[in-house]
């Protein structure tokens, strides 16, 4: 099962960008979609962004559509999210997660992914 490290979260005001990266450990990273998520305090988690196992094809939450972008790095094994005009209704911890099964195109169902990462807090002033 692979293993994921995030890093990249801070204290941002609104307006302003952050890049989180997923560095993953222990299995076939290249063979997996993953997928980024965050939960605010007192709500559930949800879906932000999703890209396939080989990076043709993304998807992304109504929300941040425009202003986030996923991307992976296979030699690297890392896969990163690139936040811009952040908003204080992004204030959450992020988490990076990867598939259960492999060869999956970009999804944001929870249900397909089993290994998460600790995640990384993100917070945005206003």
């Known amino acids: 099962q692979v293993q994921l490290v995030e890093s990249g979260g801070g204290l941002v005001q609104a307006g302003g960008s952050l890049r989180l990266s997923c560095a993953a450990s222990?299995?076939?990273?290249?063979?997996?979609?993953m997928g980024w998520f965050r939960q605010a305090p007192g709500k559930e988690r949800e879906s932000v962004a999703a890209?396939?196992?080989?990076?043709?094809?993304?998807d992304y939450a109504d929300s941040v559509k425009g202003r986030f972008t996923i991307s992976r790095d296979n030699t690297k094994s890392t896969v990163y999210l690139q936040l811009n005009n952040l908003q204080p209704q992004d204030t959450a911890v992020y988490y990076c997660?990867?598939?259960?099964?492999?060869?999956?195109?970009?999804?944001?169902?929870?249900?397909?992914?089993?290994?998460w990462g600790q995640g990384t807090q993100v917070t945005v002033s206003s």
């Open positions: 222990g299995g076939a990273f290249s063979i997996y979609a």
């Open positions: 890209i396939g196992w080989s990076g043709g094809s993304t």
């Open positions: 997660a990867a598939a259960n099964r492999p060869f999956l195109k970009a999804t944001l169902r929870t249900a397909e992914f089993g290994s």
